[in-house]
């Protein structure tokens, strides 16, 4: 910012000789012009002081919009006492202004007022209500997701005050650990050619690390004979959908196992690489070349994954949560030896256990690895179980922000507003936790509080 401020203010006159040559003519009459230079003196740290103080105000203006959304989400949920069976007709922001055959307003729809507006770069939005989107892949009608559309409803009043008092704010955002998300001003949303929106805002880079720690991840996947077909399948979406979990802040390496140690990427054994959309993007290509034979030897994987762990740890001294992704259609012992030597007691490195398949032969040893090791077990049948069974363990990786009540301003680098594509954006992201009170003290000691959600407001760079 600083290097493109002082080319603007100091060199205005650099360009100008070039735009302005000296004149030649053939004709035996030569015109000289004369530029004039004009000297200007900058007291250069009293410029630096008032950028500095512009950009703090803008900052400060975007973090208190945000803190009033946290603060007005905590109540309401506290308030609200959860209903399995509550009805609540919400704006679905796939369904606004949709009608049936007959003309009538669908479910979840309804007519809803959108206006062209210059501020969202004539978009047609609504400035008193906000939408909601829940992603394809859930039931937008389910007990979870309507209870808390129904008490985050208490954000629109915060939503257009926070407009009112700072007209430079741009999209304000709410996402649930549930799945929705609450979009402000509200504006449709059109799915793609085949009627699915794959959008989910917790595998937004603003939701991940404002939810959770850096992590260091080592993803283990059976590659065993057993886990060959719609298993192994199963098994490389379940890894892809992990990946799309970790953020810049993030380390993280893939092991395939069955009676060998395999590292999906060859170059980089027994290391972690930055999970930044390169890395990613590369590791996800070369998932197509697992395959299912032989025999699983789960000791080994685990060994190697905790090696890798604890030289990180020891290398950087770095204070980021550590997890083992285990993807496994079953164990047959529960490797209490591995877990003693590496692991007991400080449990540093969280497991999270992935049942592959139906069956579950072997769910307890799995399950008693994820509870002795401070993790979470799901188990995965479908395809369509992955996104929301691995979503799961962010709850567990949020728990210790949760328990020391941390409402942690994070700032995302820019990016580019699909909506508004001249121009660059970074987001403030805030932290939201569940409220602190005598009601959830019994969840905090049983370890099964987690976080509600985290609001995000976007700041234009051309501020």
């Not at 985050?152 to 929705?180: C, H, M």
């Not at 190697?304 to 496994?328: H, K, P, R």
């Not at 594509?421 to 569940?434: D, P």
């Amino acid at each position: 910012i600083f290097i493109i401020f002082f080319l603007q203010v100091l060199l205005p006159n650099a360009p100008t000789m070039a735009k302005n040559p000296p004149h030649t003519h053939t004709h035996t009459h030569t015109h000289t012009h004369t530029n004039s230079i004009n000297r200007k003196e900058i007291d250069g740290a009293k410029l630096v002081k008032n950028v500095a103080q512009n950009m703090e105000e803008i900052f400060r203006k975007k973090a208190e919009a945000t803190r009033r959304l946290v603060e007005a989400a905590e109540e309401a949920h506290l308030q609200h006492e959860e209903n399995p069976d509550l009805q609540y007709e919400y704006f679905n922001a796939v369904l606004i202004n949709e009608v049936d055959e007959d003309g009538n307003s669908v479910e979840l729809g309804g007519e809803f007022l959108l206006e062209p507006n210059d501020h969202f770069n004539n978009l047609s939005v609504n400035l008193s209500l906000s939408v909601v989107q829940v992603p394809t892949n859930m039931y937008n009608k389910d007990p979870d997701i309507v209870n808390g559309v129904y008490w985050s409803e208490a954000l629109n009043k915060v939503f257009v005050d926070n407009f009112k008092r700072d007209p430079t704010l741009i999209w304000q955002y709410f996402g649930s650990a549930k799945g929705f998300f609450r979009q402000y001003p509200g504006v449709k949303w059109h799915p793609d050619e085949h009627g699915v929106i794959a959008f989910d805002c917790r595998n937004r880079k603003w939701y991940i690390q404002a939810a959770t720690s850096p992590k260091d991840v080592v993803i283990l996947v059976d590659v065993s004979g057993s886990m060959k077909g719609l298993r192994l399948t199963i098994a490389r979406q379940t890894v892809a959908s992990i990946l799309d979990t970790l953020g810049d802040d993030d380390f993280f390496n893939i092991i395939a196992y069955n009676q060998e140690i395999h590292y999906v990427e060859p170059c980089l054994n027994g290391t972690l690489v930055q999970a930044d959309s390169t890395n990613k993007d590369h590791f996800k290509e070369h998932l197509d070349k697992l395959f299912a034979k032989g025999i699983g030897l789960l000791g080994n994987a685990l060994t190697e994954a905790f090696t890798i762990l604890n030289e990180v740890g020891e290398d950087y001294q770095n204070s980021c949560s550590q997890a083992i992704m285990l993807i496994t259609d079953g164990a047959t012992q529960m490797y209490d030896d591995v877990f003693a030597k590496y692991n007991w007691p400080e449990r540093k490195v969280r497991i999270f256990p992935y049942l592959i398949g139906r069956e579950s032969a072997f769910a307890d040893n799995l399950k008693w690895m994820a509870c002795a090791n401070k993790g979470y077990f799901s188990q995965i049948s479908t395809l369509a179980d992955v996104q929301e069974n691995v979503m799961r363990y962010l709850h567990v990786m949020s728990r210790p922000k949760v328990i020391d009540h941390e409402h942690d301003t994070v700032w995302t680098e820019a990016y580019v507003d699909s909506a508004v594509s001249i121009n660059n954006h970074n987001v403030l992201c805030l932290y939201n936790t569940l409220p602190f009170s005598e009601h959830y003290e019994n969840e905090i000691r049983s370890h099964t509080v987690q976080c509600v959600s985290c609001v995000c407001v976007d700041v234009s760079t051309c501020q």
